[in-house]
Protein backbone atom coordinates (compact mmCIF):
# COMPACT_ATOMS: atom_id res chain seq x y z
CA UNK A 1 0.00 0.00 0.00
CA UNK A 2 1.67 3.41 -1.01
CA UNK A 3 1.90 5.85 1.43
CA UNK A 4 -0.06 8.99 1.89
CA UNK A 5 1.75 12.40 0.00
CA UNK A 6 1.81 15.26 2.38
CA UNK A 7 -1.38 17.36 2.08
CA UNK A 8 -1.60 20.93 1.26
CA UNK A 9 -3.42 21.51 4.44
CA UNK A 10 -0.20 20.64 6.26
CA UNK A 11 1.90 22.74 4.47
CA UNK A 12 0.07 25.95 2.62
CA UNK A 13 0.02 29.32 4.57
CA UNK A 14 -2.48 29.05 6.37
CA UNK A 15 -4.60 32.26 5.02
CA UNK A 16 -4.30 31.59 1.73
CA UNK A 17 -5.02 27.76 2.18
CA UNK A 18 -8.60 28.85 4.13
CA UNK A 19 -9.21 31.22 1.57
CA UNK A 20 -8.73 28.63 -1.01
CA UNK A 21 -11.01 26.28 0.47
CA UNK A 22 -13.31 28.51 2.14
CA UNK A 23 -14.19 29.92 -1.30
CA UNK A 24 -15.58 27.05 -3.34
CA UNK A 25 -17.25 26.08 -0.03
CA UNK A 26 -18.68 29.07 0.50
CA UNK A 27 -19.77 30.02 -3.07
CA UNK A 28 -21.33 26.43 -3.35
CA UNK A 29 -23.15 27.07 -0.04
CA UNK A 30 -24.17 30.30 -1.10
CA UNK A 31 -25.91 28.64 -4.08
CA UNK A 32 -27.81 26.50 -2.11
CA UNK A 33 -29.16 28.92 -0.43
CA UNK A 34 -30.33 30.87 -3.71
CA UNK A 35 -32.16 28.03 -4.71
CA UNK A 36 -33.81 27.02 -1.28
CA UNK A 37 -35.01 30.99 -1.39
CA UNK A 38 -36.24 30.55 -5.04
CA UNK A 39 -38.20 27.43 -3.78
CA UNK A 40 -40.05 29.58 -1.34
CA UNK A 41 -40.42 32.55 -3.94
CA UNK A 42 -42.21 30.25 -6.48
CA UNK A 43 -44.55 28.53 -4.02
CA UNK A 44 -45.50 32.40 -2.38
CA UNK A 45 -46.80 32.75 -5.87
CA UNK A 46 -48.84 29.87 -6.35
CA UNK A 47 -51.98 31.77 -4.55
CA UNK A 48 -52.49 35.39 -4.98
CA UNK A 49 -55.21 35.35 -1.98
CA UNK A 50 -53.46 33.53 0.89
CA UNK A 51 -49.73 32.10 1.93
CA UNK A 52 -51.25 28.86 2.88
CA UNK A 53 -48.44 27.48 0.08
CA UNK A 54 -45.64 29.07 1.66
CA UNK A 55 -46.57 28.91 5.33
CA UNK A 56 -46.37 24.95 4.99
CA UNK A 57 -42.85 24.82 3.13
CA UNK A 58 -41.92 26.65 5.99
CA UNK A 59 -43.52 24.61 8.79
CA UNK A 60 -41.79 21.81 7.06
CA UNK A 61 -38.45 23.08 6.93
CA UNK A 62 -37.73 21.48 10.16
CA UNK A 63 -38.52 18.05 8.89
CA UNK A 64 -36.29 19.10 5.66
CA UNK A 65 -33.94 20.28 8.76
CA UNK A 66 -33.21 17.61 10.71
CA UNK A 67 -32.75 15.43 7.31
CA UNK A 68 -29.82 17.20 6.48
CA UNK A 69 -29.03 17.46 10.11
CA UNK A 70 -28.40 13.64 9.93
CA UNK A 71 -26.44 13.59 6.75
CA UNK A 72 -24.16 16.55 7.57
CA UNK A 73 -23.81 14.83 11.04
CA UNK A 74 -22.32 11.59 9.27
CA UNK A 75 -20.77 13.58 7.39
CA UNK A 76 -18.91 15.43 9.59
CA UNK A 77 -17.78 12.77 11.64
CA UNK A 78 -16.30 11.08 8.41
CA UNK A 79 -15.14 14.30 7.74
CA UNK A 80 -13.11 15.00 10.78
CA UNK A 81 -11.70 11.24 10.58
CA UNK A 82 -10.96 11.07 7.45
CA UNK A 83 -8.98 14.48 7.50
CA UNK A 84 -7.17 13.21 10.99
CA UNK A 85 -5.74 9.95 9.17
CA UNK A 86 -4.81 11.98 5.82
CA UNK A 87 -2.83 13.80 8.84
CA UNK A 88 -1.39 10.66 10.64
CA UNK A 89 -0.61 8.96 7.52
CA UNK A 90 -3.23 6.15 7.96
CA UNK A 91 -4.32 4.89 4.77
CA UNK A 92 -6.61 2.02 6.80
CA UNK A 93 -8.47 4.97 8.44
CA UNK A 94 -9.13 7.26 5.57
CA UNK A 95 -11.24 4.40 3.76
CA UNK A 96 -12.81 2.59 6.58
CA UNK A 97 -14.03 6.10 7.43
CA UNK A 98 -15.26 6.87 3.98
CA UNK A 99 -17.03 2.84 3.74
CA UNK A 100 -19.10 2.89 7.35
CA UNK A 101 -19.89 6.59 6.50
CA UNK A 102 -21.61 5.40 3.63
CA UNK A 103 -23.35 2.03 5.23
CA UNK A 104 -24.32 4.82 7.87
CA UNK A 105 -25.97 7.22 5.68
CA UNK A 106 -28.12 4.46 4.00
CA UNK A 107 -29.61 4.04 7.64
CA UNK A 108 -29.99 7.29 7.99
CA UNK A 109 -32.14 7.48 4.68
CA UNK A 110 -33.90 4.48 5.40
CA UNK A 111 -35.84 5.97 8.60
CA UNK A 112 -36.62 9.21 6.90
CA UNK A 113 -38.28 7.16 4.39
CA UNK A 114 -40.35 5.43 7.16
CA UNK A 115 -41.14 9.14 8.57
CA UNK A 116 -42.96 9.95 5.17
CA UNK A 117 -44.83 7.25 4.77
CA UNK A 118 -46.35 7.52 8.30
CA UNK A 119 -45.64 10.88 9.93
CA UNK A 120 -45.96 13.91 7.75
CA UNK A 121 -49.40 14.46 8.04
CA UNK A 122 -49.44 13.95 11.96
CA UNK A 123 -46.72 16.36 12.07
CA UNK A 124 -48.27 19.02 9.69
CA UNK A 125 -51.72 18.56 12.06
CA UNK A 126 -49.56 19.39 15.12
CA UNK A 127 -48.47 22.86 13.67
CA UNK A 128 -51.76 23.59 12.34
CA UNK A 129 -55.46 23.86 12.18
CA UNK A 130 -55.93 25.05 8.07
CA UNK A 131 -56.29 22.09 6.48
CA UNK A 132 -54.81 23.16 3.06
CA UNK A 133 -51.59 24.47 4.84
CA UNK A 134 -51.86 20.41 6.29
CA UNK A 135 -52.75 18.79 2.66
CA UNK A 136 -49.35 21.22 0.55
CA UNK A 137 -47.08 20.25 3.86
CA UNK A 138 -48.48 16.71 4.33
CA UNK A 139 -47.18 16.15 0.41
CA UNK A 140 -43.75 18.28 0.38
CA UNK A 141 -42.52 16.09 3.67
CA UNK A 142 -43.34 12.96 2.13
CA UNK A 143 -41.65 13.52 -1.43
CA UNK A 144 -38.23 14.78 0.27
CA UNK A 145 -38.24 12.25 2.92
CA UNK A 146 -39.24 8.99 1.00
CA UNK A 147 -36.55 10.26 -1.90
CA UNK A 148 -33.78 11.48 0.81
CA UNK A 149 -30.94 9.24 -0.93
CA UNK A 150 -30.15 12.27 -2.98
CA UNK A 151 -29.66 14.33 -0.57
CA UNK A 152 -27.31 11.57 2.19
CA UNK A 153 -25.63 10.71 -1.08
CA UNK A 154 -24.58 14.03 -1.78
CA UNK A 155 -23.89 15.61 1.32
CA UNK A 156 -21.81 12.64 2.11
CA UNK A 157 -19.95 12.28 -1.17
CA UNK A 158 -19.59 15.91 -0.96
CA UNK A 159 -17.59 15.48 2.44
CA UNK A 160 -15.27 13.27 1.11
CA UNK A 161 -13.98 15.94 -1.12
CA UNK A 162 -13.68 18.70 1.19
CA UNK A 163 -11.86 16.27 3.17
CA UNK A 164 -8.59 15.84 1.05
CA UNK A 165 -9.06 19.63 0.32
CA UNK A 166 -10.62 19.27 -3.22
CA UNK A 167 -13.25 21.94 -2.28
CA UNK A 168 -13.90 23.56 -5.94
CA UNK A 169 -15.18 19.84 -7.11
CA UNK A 170 -18.39 20.60 -4.09
CA UNK A 171 -19.11 23.92 -5.91
CA UNK A 172 -19.55 22.35 -8.96
CA UNK A 173 -21.68 19.58 -7.51
CA UNK A 174 -23.69 21.80 -5.73
CA UNK A 175 -24.25 24.30 -8.12
CA UNK A 176 -25.02 21.96 -10.99
CA UNK A 177 -28.15 20.46 -8.30
CA UNK A 178 -29.29 23.91 -7.54
CA UNK A 179 -29.43 24.97 -11.33
CA UNK A 180 -31.41 21.91 -11.74
CA UNK A 181 -33.88 22.58 -8.77
CA UNK A 182 -33.90 26.45 -9.78
CA UNK A 183 -35.24 25.32 -13.65
CA UNK A 184 -37.36 22.54 -12.78
CA UNK A 185 -39.03 25.05 -10.29
CA UNK A 186 -41.42 26.72 -12.19
CA UNK A 187 -42.04 23.99 -14.81
CA UNK A 188 -43.27 21.72 -11.97
CA UNK A 189 -44.88 24.32 -9.59
CA UNK A 190 -46.91 25.80 -12.37
CA UNK A 191 -47.23 23.50 -14.79
CA UNK A 192 -45.64 25.04 -18.19
CA UNK A 193 -45.02 23.41 -21.19
CA UNK A 194 -47.82 21.66 -20.84
CA UNK A 195 -47.06 19.57 -17.68
CA UNK A 196 -49.81 19.27 -15.29
CA UNK A 197 -49.19 21.79 -11.97
CA UNK A 198 -48.19 19.98 -9.68
CA UNK A 199 -48.27 23.35 -6.95
CA UNK A 200 -46.00 22.39 -3.75
CA UNK A 201 -45.28 18.78 -5.04
CA UNK A 202 -43.61 20.42 -7.99
CA UNK A 203 -41.24 22.16 -5.58
CA UNK A 204 -40.47 18.96 -3.54
CA UNK A 205 -39.70 16.83 -6.63
CA UNK A 206 -37.72 19.58 -8.39
CA UNK A 207 -35.80 19.53 -4.91
CA UNK A 208 -35.11 15.95 -4.74
CA UNK A 209 -34.17 15.96 -8.71
CA UNK A 210 -31.14 18.51 -7.53
CA UNK A 211 -30.40 16.69 -5.08
CA UNK A 212 -29.82 13.28 -7.00
CA UNK A 213 -27.99 14.32 -9.89
CA UNK A 214 -25.47 16.41 -7.24
CA UNK A 215 -25.04 13.13 -5.77
CA UNK A 216 -24.35 11.24 -9.02
CA UNK A 217 -21.90 13.82 -9.96
CA UNK A 218 -20.42 13.98 -6.39
CA UNK A 219 -19.95 9.77 -6.75
CA UNK A 220 -18.37 10.43 -9.83
CA UNK A 221 -15.78 13.19 -9.01
CA UNK A 222 -14.25 11.36 -6.06
CA UNK A 223 -13.93 8.11 -7.82
CA UNK A 224 -12.26 9.64 -11.05
CA UNK A 225 -10.59 12.74 -8.98
CA UNK A 226 -10.21 11.71 -5.14
CA UNK A 227 -7.11 9.33 -4.71
CA UNK A 228 -6.88 9.58 -1.36
CA UNK A 229 -10.53 7.74 -0.67
CA UNK A 230 -10.06 4.43 -2.37
CA UNK A 231 -14.09 3.70 -2.47
CA UNK A 232 -14.37 -0.18 -2.91
CA UNK A 233 -17.12 -2.26 -1.34
CA UNK A 234 -15.65 -5.87 -2.15
CA UNK A 235 -15.92 -7.45 0.81
CA UNK A 236 -16.97 -5.31 2.96
CA UNK A 237 -18.31 -5.22 6.62
CA UNK A 238 -19.82 -2.67 9.22
CA UNK A 239 -16.90 -1.45 11.25
CA UNK A 240 -18.27 -1.44 15.03
CA UNK A 241 -15.42 0.96 15.91
CA UNK A 242 -15.66 3.00 13.43
CA UNK A 243 -18.69 3.56 13.37
CA UNK A 244 -18.63 4.59 16.52
CA UNK A 245 -16.22 7.09 16.24
CA UNK A 246 -17.94 8.66 13.84
CA UNK A 247 -21.03 8.57 15.47
CA UNK A 248 -19.19 10.02 18.58
CA UNK A 249 -17.88 12.66 16.71
CA UNK A 250 -21.31 13.20 13.64
CA UNK A 251 -24.27 12.46 16.55
CA UNK A 252 -23.68 15.96 18.49
CA UNK A 253 -23.51 17.57 15.52
CA UNK A 254 -27.09 15.52 14.69
CA UNK A 255 -28.58 16.77 17.78
CA UNK A 256 -27.63 20.15 17.28
CA UNK A 257 -29.76 20.32 14.07
CA UNK A 258 -33.22 18.30 16.25
CA UNK A 259 -32.55 21.36 18.61
CA UNK A 260 -32.74 23.56 16.09
CA UNK A 261 -36.01 21.75 14.72
CA UNK A 262 -37.10 21.51 17.70
CA UNK A 263 -36.46 25.27 18.46
CA UNK A 264 -37.90 26.35 14.97
CA UNK A 265 -41.35 23.88 15.93
CA UNK A 266 -41.61 25.22 19.38
CA UNK A 267 -41.15 28.69 18.10
CA UNK A 268 -43.94 28.39 15.79
CA UNK A 269 -46.14 27.22 18.59
CA UNK A 270 -45.34 30.30 20.54
CA UNK A 271 -46.03 32.50 17.22
CA UNK A 272 -49.57 30.71 17.18
CA UNK A 273 -50.78 31.98 20.39
CA UNK A 274 -51.13 35.30 18.87
CA UNK A 275 -54.37 34.30 17.16
CA UNK A 276 -56.34 34.85 19.81
CA UNK A 277 -55.09 38.34 20.26
CA UNK A 278 -55.86 39.18 17.04
CA UNK A 279 -57.09 36.93 14.23
CA UNK A 280 -54.95 35.56 11.63
CA UNK A 281 -51.67 37.18 13.49
CA UNK A 282 -50.28 34.06 14.30
CA UNK A 283 -50.13 32.77 11.09
CA UNK A 284 -48.79 35.85 9.34
CA UNK A 285 -45.77 35.66 12.05
CA UNK A 286 -45.18 31.98 11.25
CA UNK A 287 -45.12 32.75 7.26
CA UNK A 288 -42.12 35.87 8.43
CA UNK A 289 -40.44 33.69 10.46
CA UNK A 290 -40.19 30.75 7.88
CA UNK A 291 -39.09 33.67 5.06
CA UNK A 292 -36.74 35.04 7.63
CA UNK A 293 -35.15 31.57 7.78
CA UNK A 294 -34.82 31.64 4.11
CA UNK A 295 -32.82 34.72 3.57
CA UNK A 296 -30.73 34.09 6.61
CA UNK A 297 -29.70 31.18 5.12
CA UNK A 298 -27.74 33.81 2.11
CA UNK A 299 -25.29 35.28 5.64
CA UNK A 300 -25.40 31.67 7.56
CA UNK A 301 -24.58 29.09 4.54
CA UNK A 302 -21.19 31.14 3.37
CA UNK A 303 -20.50 30.90 6.52
CA UNK A 304 -20.52 27.46 7.12
CA UNK A 305 -18.64 27.07 4.28
CA UNK A 306 -15.66 28.34 6.26
CA UNK A 307 -16.94 26.60 8.82
CA UNK A 308 -16.21 23.36 6.40
CA UNK A 309 -12.58 24.44 5.19
CA UNK A 310 -11.57 25.58 8.91
CA UNK A 311 -12.78 21.73 10.50
CA UNK A 312 -10.78 20.20 7.92
CA UNK A 313 -7.62 21.91 8.17
CA UNK A 314 -7.91 21.91 11.85
CA UNK A 315 -8.65 17.91 11.87
CA UNK A 316 -5.95 17.52 9.45
CA UNK A 317 -3.33 19.55 11.38
CA UNK A 318 -4.78 18.04 14.68
CA UNK A 319 -3.69 14.61 13.45
CA UNK A 320 -0.10 16.49 12.13
CA UNK A 321 0.46 17.42 15.67
CA UNK A 322 0.68 21.27 14.11
CA UNK A 323 -0.55 23.69 16.64
CA UNK A 324 0.62 26.95 15.23
CA UNK A 325 -1.39 26.10 12.07
CA UNK A 326 -4.27 25.49 14.28
CA UNK A 327 -4.64 28.42 15.95
CA UNK A 328 -4.07 30.75 12.93
CA UNK A 329 -6.72 29.00 11.13
CA UNK A 330 -8.95 30.03 14.09
CA UNK A 331 -8.20 32.99 13.85
CA UNK A 332 -8.15 33.99 10.49
CA UNK A 333 -12.04 31.84 10.17
CA UNK A 334 -13.24 33.83 13.08
CA UNK A 335 -12.35 36.99 11.30
CA UNK A 336 -14.10 35.74 8.04
CA UNK A 337 -17.36 34.79 9.72
CA UNK A 338 -17.39 37.67 11.48
CA UNK A 339 -17.13 40.32 8.60
CA UNK A 340 -19.56 38.49 6.17
CA UNK A 341 -21.94 38.62 9.43
CA UNK A 342 -21.90 42.49 9.37
CA UNK A 343 -22.07 42.58 6.04
CA UNK A 344 -25.43 40.27 6.55
CA UNK A 345 -26.81 43.01 9.28
CA UNK A 346 -26.50 45.87 7.03
CA UNK A 347 -28.66 44.17 4.14
CA UNK A 348 -31.26 43.63 6.67
CA UNK A 349 -31.15 46.52 8.37
CA UNK A 350 -30.94 48.41 5.16
CA UNK A 351 -33.31 46.88 2.58
CA UNK A 352 -36.09 44.59 4.81
CA UNK A 353 -39.06 45.33 2.72
CA UNK A 354 -36.92 44.56 -0.24
CA UNK A 355 -35.80 41.24 1.04
CA UNK A 356 -39.96 40.00 2.12
CA UNK A 357 -40.74 41.47 -1.16
CA UNK A 358 -39.27 38.29 -2.89
CA UNK A 359 -42.38 36.13 -0.89
CA UNK A 360 -45.60 37.99 -2.74
CA UNK A 361 -46.05 39.84 0.92
CA UNK A 362 -49.48 41.10 1.71
CA UNK A 363 -49.71 44.59 4.15
CA UNK A 364 -49.64 42.55 7.18
CA UNK A 365 -46.90 40.54 6.57
CA UNK A 366 -44.92 43.46 5.75
CA UNK A 367 -46.22 45.01 8.77
CA UNK A 368 -45.41 42.36 10.96
CA UNK A 369 -41.85 41.19 8.89
CA UNK A 370 -40.15 44.20 8.66
CA UNK A 371 -39.39 45.04 12.28
CA UNK A 372 -38.61 41.35 13.08
CA UNK A 373 -35.64 41.41 10.28
CA UNK A 374 -34.29 44.05 11.88
CA UNK A 375 -34.40 42.62 15.22
CA UNK A 376 -33.47 39.04 13.99
CA UNK A 377 -30.28 40.07 11.96
CA UNK A 378 -28.60 41.51 15.26
CA UNK A 379 -27.03 38.74 17.03
CA UNK A 380 -25.49 37.48 13.25
CA UNK A 381 -22.11 39.26 14.23
CA UNK A 382 -22.55 36.67 17.29
CA UNK A 383 -23.52 34.14 15.67
CA UNK A 384 -20.44 34.05 13.20
CA UNK A 385 -17.85 33.01 15.64
CA UNK A 386 -19.70 30.25 17.77
CA UNK A 387 -20.34 28.97 14.12
CA UNK A 388 -16.29 28.31 13.56
CA UNK A 389 -15.97 27.51 17.18
CA UNK A 390 -18.02 24.89 17.12
CA UNK A 391 -16.52 23.53 13.82
CA UNK A 392 -13.07 23.50 15.96
CA UNK A 393 -14.70 21.43 18.69
CA UNK A 394 -15.53 18.95 16.58
CA UNK A 395 -12.21 18.96 14.46
CA UNK A 396 -10.81 18.25 17.83
CA UNK A 397 -12.87 15.77 18.69
CA UNK A 398 -15.06 17.73 21.32
CA UNK A 399 -18.26 17.86 19.72
CA UNK A 400 -20.11 17.34 22.77
CA UNK A 401 -19.20 21.26 23.64
CA UNK A 402 -21.18 22.17 20.50
CA UNK A 403 -23.96 20.51 21.71
CA UNK A 404 -24.17 21.68 25.00
CA UNK A 405 -23.70 25.28 23.44
CA UNK A 406 -26.62 24.35 21.02
CA UNK A 407 -28.70 23.20 23.76
CA UNK A 408 -28.29 25.72 25.97
CA UNK A 409 -28.39 28.16 23.50
CA UNK A 410 -32.41 27.34 21.81
CA UNK A 411 -34.06 25.40 24.93
CA UNK A 412 -32.74 27.41 28.37
CA UNK A 413 -32.68 30.13 27.28
CA UNK A 414 -34.63 30.91 23.69
CA UNK A 415 -37.64 28.68 24.28
CA UNK A 416 -37.72 30.16 27.64
CA UNK A 417 -37.66 33.92 26.83
CA UNK A 418 -39.42 33.70 23.76
CA UNK A 419 -42.47 32.51 25.71
CA UNK A 420 -41.87 35.49 28.42
CA UNK A 421 -42.03 37.80 26.10
CA UNK A 422 -45.03 36.43 24.08
CA UNK A 423 -47.00 36.94 27.71
CA UNK A 424 -46.68 41.04 27.29
CA UNK A 425 -48.93 40.70 23.97
CA UNK A 426 -46.45 42.04 21.09
CA UNK A 427 -45.00 40.43 18.62
CA UNK A 428 -42.26 42.42 18.18
CA UNK A 429 -40.73 41.85 21.68
CA UNK A 430 -40.91 37.89 20.80
CA UNK A 431 -38.46 38.14 18.10
CA UNK A 432 -36.02 39.56 20.88
CA UNK A 433 -35.31 36.26 22.61
CA UNK A 434 -32.66 35.66 19.63
CA UNK A 435 -30.47 38.26 20.36
CA UNK A 436 -30.35 37.67 23.98
CA UNK A 437 -29.60 33.47 23.33
CA UNK A 438 -26.51 34.56 21.02
CA UNK A 439 -24.89 36.35 23.54
CA UNK A 440 -25.11 33.87 25.93
CA UNK A 441 -24.16 30.93 23.04
CA UNK A 442 -20.68 33.68 22.20
CA UNK A 443 -19.75 33.52 25.85
CA UNK A 444 -20.22 30.01 26.41
CA UNK A 445 -18.31 29.25 23.37
CA UNK A 446 -15.48 31.94 24.19
CA UNK A 447 -15.39 29.71 27.28
CA UNK A 448 -15.14 26.27 26.16
CA UNK A 449 -12.79 27.63 23.62
CA UNK A 450 -10.27 28.45 26.09
CA UNK A 451 -10.71 25.14 28.02
CA UNK A 452 -9.98 23.45 24.59
CA UNK A 453 -6.80 25.44 24.22
CA UNK A 454 -5.37 24.72 27.39
CA UNK A 455 -6.10 21.29 26.96
CA UNK A 456 -5.42 19.92 23.64
CA UNK A 457 -3.58 22.89 21.88
CA UNK A 458 -1.26 24.03 24.48
CA UNK A 459 -0.52 20.59 25.09
CA UNK A 460 0.64 20.37 21.24
CA UNK A 461 2.71 23.07 21.69
CA UNK A 462 4.77 21.85 24.50
CA UNK A 463 5.33 18.66 22.53
CA UNK A 464 6.49 20.50 19.45
CA UNK A 465 8.88 22.66 21.78
CA UNK A 466 10.31 19.85 23.38
CA UNK A 467 10.70 17.31 20.20
CA UNK A 468 12.46 20.50 18.32
CA UNK A 469 15.04 20.41 21.64
CA UNK A 470 15.90 17.60 21.23
CA UNK A 471 16.18 17.43 17.45
CA UNK A 472 19.19 20.23 18.51
Known sequence: ??????????????????????????????????????????????????NDALTAVSLAFPVQNIMIGVATGIAVGVNALLSRGL????????????????????????LFVLFGMFGAEPYMRSLTPNARTVAYGADYIRIISIVSF???????????????G??????????????INIILDPILIF???????????GAAIATVAGQIIA???????????????????????????????????????????????????????????????????????????????????????????????VLAITAYNYGAKKPKRITQVIRCGVVGAASLM?????????????????????????????????????????????????????ALGKSLYSMFVSIARQLVVLLPAAYLLSLAGNIDLVWLAFPIAEIMSLLVSVAMLIAVYRKIIR???????ASAAEAE
Not at 166 to 179: D, F, H
Not at 243 to 263: N, W
Not at 352 to 357: A, H, V, W
Request: charged share 15%; net charge positive; hydrophobic share 50%.
Open 1 to 50: MTPLKENKMGVKPVGRLLFTMALPMALSMLVQALYNVVDSVFVSRISEVD
Open 87 to 110: GEQNRDQVNRSALNGIFLAFIGML
Open 150 to 164: GIFGEVLFERLLQST
Open 166 to 179: RTSYTMLTQGIGAI
Open 191 to 201: GWFGLPRLEVR
Open 215 to 309: FALAVILNLKKNPEVQLSLRGFRPDGTMIGRILGIGVPSMVMVAIGSLMNYSFNLVLGTFNGISKGLGEVAKTVFGAYFKLQSFVFMPVFGINNA
Open 342 to 394: LLGITVFQLLPETLLGFFNPSEEMLRVGVPALRILCLPFVFAGPCIIFGGVFQ
Open 459 to 465: PLYQESA
